[in-house]
């Protein structure tokens, strides 16, 4: 499984950004997807997921109202908005795949930078 994750880039403080996760997955429909992120000296954090059937989304506390968990199943793609972008908000994103098949197995792209000027 390869996650190819894109739309990171820098924005000011208040901006939005969407990031996308293209999974290269034959039943993409399988998968639960998700984003973490992981801010320079901190440890990775869970930001988002979205079941595999699309029918609930998971956020952390911190982020609710202000970024939203999609999925297109037709083009294997999981995409995270994000508005009223804060500093704090700086990070490189991941993108994740969970799936039970046999056993359970994590899946994660490259990351994707994202930055939030003031």
């Known amino acids: 499984v390869q996650l190819q994750a894109s739309g990171g880039g820098l924005v000011q403080a208040g901006g939005s950004l969407r990031l996308s996760c293209t999974a290269s997955v034959r039943t993409f429909s399988n998968y639960v997807m998700g984003w973490f992120r992981q801010a320079p000296g901190k440890e990775r954090e869970f930001v988002a997921a979205i079941s595999a059937s699309g029918d609930s989304t998971y956020y952390a506390d911190s982020l609710k109202g202000r970024f939203t968990i999609s999925r297109d199943d037709a083009k294997n793609t999981v995409y995270l908005q994000m508005n009223s972008l804060k500093p704090e908000d700086t990070a490189v994103y991941y993108c994740?795949?969970?799936?039970?098949?046999?056993?359970?197995?994590?899946?994660w792209g490259q990351g994707t930078q994202v930055t939030v000027s003031s």
């Open positions: 994740h795949s969970r799936v039970v098949t046999n056993g359970l197995y994590d899946y």
